[in-house]
């Protein structure tokens, strides 16, 4: 199972673009990327997953380099309501889901 | 959209008390899954079930059990309620242990304070 490292915090103030990192050095072949964005007293919500190079839905985008060691999140002119924890998840369907600390973001006005 | 529905959003219990946690999904899923979450933990794995009256231990399962007679079911049961086990508990699930892309549908949790 691939360790994920990501920033404990962020801040970012309305109407920016943020980028959020994750690294994860021991990726496997079969594994994918996977990011959740919780808010408060809810469960996760998946956002968006990918595999190699970019992947791109009505929240969110995700890049990926072609080695795959690390991704990126990046959330285009993020709003008050974007303030949530958001989790980056390596893995397949033969691992235990595991999920780290994530990355506190917070928006400010 | 999937469901995922945890039978009690607050719940308290004394020390010593049998609790159960239930969660059910709506969508056929395979597989279904008990997180809980503390404050500066982030979320642990207690069990996961990949079919019918199978189950696999997390990475905490002491002091947990789970039973999943039906496969929209997942309880998570436990025992003897001790105060260590005040948290936030999340049921999840994923459509298919075959596929390499899992994607995991949560319920909203349940807050289980044990005094």
């Known amino acids: 199972l691939a360790k994920t490292t990501q920033p404990i915090s962020m801040d970012s103030y309305e109407g920016q673009e943020v980028n959020i990192t994750c690294s994860h050095n021991n990726i496997a072949t079969n594994d994918y990327i996977t990011w959740y964005q919780q808010f408060p007293s809810q469960g996760p919500r998946f956002i968006i997953q990918g595999y190699k190079t970019k992947v791109t839905n009505e929240v969110a985008s995700l890049f990926i380099p072609a080695d795959r060691k690390s991704s990126t999140l990046s959330l285009p002119r993020v709003s008050l309501s974007d303030t949530a924890v958001y989790y980056c998840?390596?893995?397949?369907?033969?691992?235990?889901?595991?999920f780290g600390k994530g990355t506190r973001l917070h928006i400010l006005p | 959209d999937v469901k995922v529905t945890q039978s009690s959003r607050y719940l308290v219990k004394r020390t010593g008390e049998k609790v159960f946690l239930e969660c059910v999904q709506d969508m056929d899923h395979e597989n279904m899954f008990w997180y809980r979450q503390d404050p500066g933990l982030g979320l642990r794995l207690i069990y996961f079930s990949y079919d019918v009256k199978m189950k696999e231990k997390g990475d905490i399962p002491e002091g947990y059990s789970v039973s999943r007679e039906k496969k929209e079911r997942f309880s998570l049961i436990l025992e003897s309620a001790s105060t260590n086990q005040t948290s936030m508990y999340l049921c999840a699930s994923s459509l298919d242990g075959g596929a390499t892309n899992e994607k995991l549908f949560f319920g909203s949790g349940t807050q289980l304070s044990v005094l």
């Open positions: 998840l390596v893995g397949d369907w033969d691992d235990k889901i595991i």
